[in-house]
Nanobody, 127 residues
């Protein structure tokens, strides 16, 4: 079992930056690929970014590539999402997830590639 707790969300102006954190407890997070997803009001949850177990590989949704950076510190059992140049359309609840899917090709972009989810952190971007 893995418990995930996101933090770092808040209200920011367009163009601003945030760093989201996802702290894991239970099994070591290094056993899992870690992903970030988001769900905007009235929309389905969507993939944002994923990082491999070692941190050597990352993948981003096209809508965030170049503005978002996913990273991990396995010694601290924590995954981060650095967000720059925030836009109002980035407003959403951001979720981190842990997964170790077998027989699934990289990158892991589907919700069912992940076994454990956090409760989410709200990011609101004002124009």
């Amino acid at each position: 079992q893995v418990q995930l707790v996101e933090s770092g969300g808040g209200l920011v102006q367009a163009g601003g930056s945030l760093r989201l954190s996802c702290a894991a407890s239970g099994r070591t997070v290094s056993s899992y690929a870690m992903g970030w997803f988001r769900q905007a009001p009235g929309k389905e949850r969507e993939f944002v970014a994923v990082i491999s177990r070692s941190g050597g590989n990352t993948w981003y949704a096209s809508s965030v590539k170049g503005r978002f950076t996913i990273s991990r510190d396995n010694a601290k059992n924590t995954v981060y999402l650095q967000i720059h140049s925030l836009k109002p359309e980035d407003t959403a609840v951001y979720y981190c997830a842990a997964g170790a899917p077998s027989g699934v090709a990289w990158p892991y972009r589907k919700e069912n590639d992940y076994d454990y989810w956090g409760q989410g952190t709200q990011v609101t971007v004002s124009s």
